[in-house]
């Protein structure tokens, strides 16, 4: 059995490599762990590299920044069995603005955006806290702005579950897969700029169900499969502040403390199939470099 994963930051994106070559340190050694030979792109061209190797595999995952997910996710479609997101479905979560949107005409809290004073200014399309920040200044071409929600950072990943047919996918009725809940090391500068820092996993929160029950409304309502990372701020409720429909680096510290190993998860996930819950044990502390540490 041989699985392709293509991770497009080691070789594209230096600000994001260091977090890029650890998720896919952990999503490669699963697989390994599970039997299978990992296949990668190689470097040079990134599409060009899915469509040489991605037909020689059995299943395929495509990891990339939010707005060139859909693309390189649909060629891998058409070649493998993929076994994270939908591509359409992560064209809709890449729009950052049109999820809000999306969310709140659902009945699932988001900060709502706001014309004027202190608030979250942020590109309608991006990756984890690149470019945004807190101003009072105007948006620029392709940003908007939201309320400013002062709360806890926290993240809940999630495997969504579906099967994949020769023309279509389809749902099977079986609820999102908890992994963990994952609080997140958020810094603000003095100039505003939110920066990414890392995180701890699992989390048991006293407001748990609340905190997962709204995450698993977003994923529902956006159709999301496989993997995703659903980000919250909690004040007086949680408030969906982004969903990446991909691995996130929370994966590196789940990975270390869960007794199942995420590609069994996601092949059998893609399939309708899967565990119903899985095993944590201890806790892990990551930051954006890619070093785990466990507690």
């Not at 049109?98 to 809290?109: E, F, P, V, W, Y």
């Not at 979250?120 to 920040?133: L, S, T, Y």
Request: hydrophobic letters at 40%; glycine letters at 10%.
């Amino acid at each position: 059995m041989k699985a392709f994963v293509a991770e497009y930051s080691v070789a594209h994106d230096p600000a994001l490599a260091p977090e890029g070559a650890a998720m896919l340190d952990a999503i490669g050694k699963s697989f390994e762990r599970c039997g299978y030979e990992v296949v990668h792109p190689g470097p040079g061209d990134f599409l060009a590299g899915i469509r040489r190797f991605a037909p020689g595999c059995d299943v395929g995952l495509v990891i990339a920044p939010d707005h060139l997910l859909f693309a390189f996710t649909s060629a891998l479609e058409h070649l493998t069995h993929n076994i994270g997101c939908g591509s359409m479905n992560a064209a809709i979560c890449a729009n950052k603005r049109r999820c809000a949107t999306i969310l709140s005409r659902n009945g699932i809290a988001v900060p709502e955006e706001v014309a004027e004073g202190l608030r979250v200014i942020k590109p309608e399309q991006g990756c984890a806290a690149q470019d945004v920040r807190l101003s009072e200044e105007s948006p620029g071409k392709g940003e908007f702005a939201q309320r400013f929600i002062d709360g806890e950072h926290l993240s809940v990943s999630l495997v969504g579950s579906r099967v994949v047919g020769d023309a279509c996918s389809y749902y099977t009725g079986k609820p999102p897969l908890l992994l963990a809940v994952n609080r997140q090391d958020i810094h603000i500068d003095e100039k505003g700029r939110f920066h990414y820092r890392g995180g701890e996993t699992p989390v048991v929160h006293e407001r748990q169900d609340e905190i997962v029950d709204a995450a698993k409304k977003a994923l529902n309502v956006l159709g999301c499969q496989g993997y995703a990372g659903i980000d919250i701020v909690l004040a007086d409720r949680p408030y969906i502040v982004d969903v990446n429909p991909r691995i996130t680096t929370s994966v590196i510290g789940i990975a270390a403390c869960m007794e199942e190993e995420i590609a069994d998860i996601l092949v059998a996930a893609s399939k309708g199939g899967g565990p119903d819950a899985v095993h944590l044990s201890g806790r892990a502390r990551f930051d954006c470099h890619g070093t785990v540490e466990r507690l």
